[in-house]
């Protein structure tokens, strides 16, 4: 019962975030788009590439749009219900993170509901349009279990991303300060793992599937969904359960999250 | 003139001081730069068509382009915005200064600060271990630096047009929020320029845009040759003219009707 109480205080939350945004709309509107175009000019620019290569090692536009779609997704799911994570450090120095210990909820479930931004639908919409239009390009065979991967990598994908949120979040309970070099696994994950892992060079491509699993959701599913070998020679099955990962790593980065409060000092004032 | 000298070093010094930030960036550029080089390093394997650019060149086109980055006319001064918000502009009418000179200073001030304490250590440590190369040749170089002066100018009246769109509170805001992703796209800043489809290329060669990064980077690495630096300096400098002209008539006209609120 706790967690169904949890959760229907999280989507309180959010639902008073919503409102308090939707009082200036015109404003929602023009952010959403500025995104909007902010993030499709990376698509373009990878059609552009597609036009004068052909093709990315031996994939092809729709197959790589395939990933950029399911990536973009999650990031923008993430990006819009964990933003209290990301402007965390703020709290950690104005000393307004006291207020939410004094709360009988975990710190983790207020800090998720801060905030829906919903300027992320424009990245959102982008990754939608972009999946859709890969899918059709693609001419799959879907079955319902692939419909279900792609969910599951897309859900698996957000988890893994807000993780790397509380990540961040939790170092700034020692530096007091967010940090802009986790944006290179963030924003740098996205930018990476749109494209498959095993164009890149091999030490590289290993931090994006074991230290920073990112490939876990995007590169291995799709590459059951497009019914493409590995040259990782990894199995089916493997393919269908990775997206697993992203769930485990969010349930580590809580663990040290838990860990980060206990070791909480207040700034004072 | 002197007034706006002083300005331009007062703001300049002011913004150098955010080293930290600069250091943050630095890591995040070169995480970034390294990512791009390897895309590319993935496309000219995959293809033996002749390319519009070579991949060496490429390579030290990315590296410019991080260095280089908040050269970009990608944000506005923020302590204007506060100041417009805040009612704080009136202060700035009280000077004896020409308004909209003062606002360019600043600009140009905050266009090179910040580029200068990135550039500086990216640009050394790529050319240590992540193939910059040096420029094609001593008149490559010294076309490039001229052509930067140009970036320069052309960025900082870009960026003192969306300044003077602040004056109009909220239409002024939402040109900032939807101005950048197109100056960052057809800058050249993610896919160099040669790579768009040829019947686009004269399109967005005579926007302004490409006058940012392109054509000065493409003067460093040889790829326009040195004798063209005159066309590359009249785009960005015609270019620059229509946006400073563009600046003026709007700011005069925002101040005709600018109400200042509160005290």
């Known amino acids: 019962m706790r967690i169904l109480d949890n959760i229907r205080v999280y989507l309180r939350f959010l639902e008073v975030s919503v409102k308090s945004q939707m009082q200036y709309r015109a404003s929602f509107v023009m952010l959403s788009l500025g995104h909007l175009a902010g993030t499709g000019i990376e698509f373009i620019g990878i059609w552009v590439l597609f036009e004068r290569f052909g093709s990315l090692k031996d994939w092809a536009l729709p197959e790589v749009a395939f990933m950029y779609g399911i990536v973009n997704i999650a990031f923008a799911i993430t990006d819009a219900a964990t933003r209290g994570f990301d402007a965390f450090g703020v709290m950690v120095k104005s000393g307004d993170f006291d207020r939410l210990l004094t709360r009988p909820r975990s710190t983790a479930l207020q800090l998720a509901g801060q905030e829906l931004t919903l300027r992320g639908v424009g990245r959102l919409l982008q990754g939608l349009i972009v999946l859709v239009w890969a899918a059709t390009a693609l001419d799959l065979d879907w079955t319902v279990l692939k419909v279900l991967l792609v969910v599951f990598a897309v859900l698996g994908g957000a988890a893994l991303f807000s993780g790397l949120l509380v990540l961040q979040a939790t170092l700034a309970f020692w530096t007091t300060e967010s940090l802009e070099i986790m944006n290179t696994v963030t924003y740098g994950g996205v930018e990476t793992t749109q494209y498959p892992v095993t164009i890149y060079r091999p030490w590289f491509r290993d931090i994006f599937i074991f230290v920073v699993p990112l490939a876990t959701v995007s590169y291995f599913p799709s590459l059951a969904i497009l019914g493409r070998d590995d040259p990782l020679g990894t199995s089916l099955l493997f393919q269908y359960l990775s997206p697993a990962f992203g769930f485990v790593f969010l349930a580590a980065t809580l663990r040290v999250w838990q860990f980060g409060v206990g070791h909480y000092r207040s700034t004072g004032s | ?263």
């Open chain 2, 1 to 263: 003139m002197r007034g706006h000298r002083a300005l331009v070093s007062a703001r300049f010094r002011a913004l150098l001081q955010y080293r930290s930030a600069a250091l943050a960036g630095l890591g995040t550029q070169l995480f970034w730069g390294l990512i791009r080089v390897m895309i590319f390093e993935a496309f000219f394997v995959s293809s033996v068509m002749s390319q519009p650019m070579e991949l060496g060149d490429v390579i030290t086109y990315i590296w410019l382009g991080h260095a280089f980055l908040v050269v970009l006319p990608w944000n506005v001064d923020r302590e204007l915005q506060t100041m417009v918000r805040s009612g704080g502009v009136t202060y700035e009418l009280l000077r004896p200064m020409n308004l909209y000179n003062a606002w360019f200073s600043r600009a140009i001030a905050l266009r090179t600060a910040p580029a200068m304490l990135r550039a500086v250590p990216l640009l050394t440590i790529a050319a240590l271990f992540l193939d910059l190369q040096a420029p094609e040749s001593p008149e490559a170089g010294l076309a490039f630096v001229i052509s930067m002066i140009g970036a320069v100018i052309l960025s900082a009246a870009i960026t003192n047009l969306l300044n003077v769109a602040l004056v109009w509170v909220t239409s002024g805001e939402r040109l900032t929020y939807l101005a950048p992703p197109f100056v960052v796209l057809f800058s050249g800043n993610i896919v160099p320029i040669p790579f768009f489809p040829d019947w686009a290329q004269t399109a967005i060669r005579l926007m302004p845009f490409s006058g940012i990064v392109d054509s000065p980077f493409r003067l460093y690495v040889g790829h326009i040759p040195p004798s063209e630096l005159g066309f590359v300096l009249a785009h960005q400098l015609i270019w620059s003219a229509i946006f400073i002209v563009v600046g003026k008539r709007m700011l005069a006209q925002g101040l005709r009707r600018m109400e200042v609120q509160g005290g």
